[in-house]
């Protein structure tokens, strides 16, 4: 068994502000559930028809809406194929993504080196973590991070029970994680004090992005710390209704077409927003050696 201290801690950098960029997956990365682009056909379904009985599932049983669907796709495999990681994967890797999302990751990360920035890429979404392993950005290195519902397997490699399930309320505990460089699901120094110049990536330095009220909560406190929370829309629909009701919520400072493309409005946005980050963590720099040398800091808050 691991102790405490055998868990890796991320460690911030010296000389470098870091940038985390949090993405949700479906209608946010893609412009469909990742699910419904193969899985759901595969075991005899329409779309509509998996996702109504999932949904009388979990209202008759109370059940976490995660767990109807991870569990409906476990009952629905038996019989149609064998309900592997690998199996998984590979419907993750036919999942269709929104235009420019292929370059984006890498473009975003050279804009940021060349502003003085680290930027890192992670995934807070309540899909399936196997499939978007399964992802052709994320087969490229694309995340720091991938935090998302999955399953446990048996000796045989078998899918038998839920691992992890991420609702829209405790995704929030991956942003505290972020902050304090404590990425490890189950590490509880999550919940330890860090001072304020002593975090990783504060939550001012945090990019939330995503489309519905799923996200609402991370929005919510990535805006009420000083971050940036952006809601995107599909292009093709041009439906802004969800973005509209975030941004009158107070739930987002910003809405863009989930176009990420190099020069579209979200490129645009988020250069922006590292240019902002880079000057910004320079003041900051600034602000804690004078809380230092006054006493408002500890030495002890150094440690």
């Keep these: 068994m691991k102790s405490k201290t055998d868990k890796k801690l991320e ?56 767990l109807s669907y991870m569990l409906k796709m476990l009952k629905e495999s038996e019989g149609n194929l064998l309900f592997k ?99 490890d699901v189950n590490d509880k120094r999550v919940n330890d004090y860090f001072p304020p110049d002593k975090l990783r990536v504060p939550f001012r330095n945090m990019i939330y992005i995503g489309d519905s009220d799923t996200d609402v909560p991370c929005m919510k406190l990535v805006n009420s710390y000083g971050g940036h929370s952006i809601g995107v829309y599909n292009s093709e629909t041009q439906d802004k209704s969800k973005v509209y009701k975030m941004m009158k919520d107070n739930r987002i400072r910003y809405f863009a077409p989930a176009d990420y493309s190099e020069n579209t409005e979200l490129d645009i946005l988020v250069k922006a927003i590292i240019d902002r980050t880079a000057t910004n963590e320079k003041l900051e720099s600034i602000h804690y050696a004078c809380a230092h040398e006054s006493g408002v800091l500890s030495e002890d808050d150094k440690e």
């Design 11 to 66: 460690t911030q950098s010296t000389d470098r502000p870091v940038l985390a960029i949090c993405y949700d997956f479906d209608k946010t990365l893609s412009p469909d559930d990742m699910q419904a682009q193969g899985y759901i056909q595969s075991v005899g379904y329409g779309v509509k028809d998996f996702w109504k009985e999932t949904d009388d599932l979990t209202k008759a049983n109370e059940m976490d809406d995660n």
């Design 85 to 183: 990681k690998e199996t998984l994967m590979e419907y993750g890797a036919d999942v269709e993504l929104f235009p420019g999302v292929e370059e984006w990751f890498e473009r975003i990360r050279s804009y940021g080196e060349q502003k003085g920035v680290i930027v890192e890429h992670y995934i807070i979404s309540s899909g399936l973590k196997e499939m978007i392993e399964g992802t052709s950005v994320a087969k490229a290195g694309a995340f720091k991070k991938i935090y998302a519902s999955s399953f446990y397997y048996n000796e045989r490699g078998v899918a038998e029970w839920p691992a992890q399930a991420v609702n829209y309320t405790n995704k929030t505990q991956f942003l505290f994680r972020i902050e304090k460089g404590v990425l």
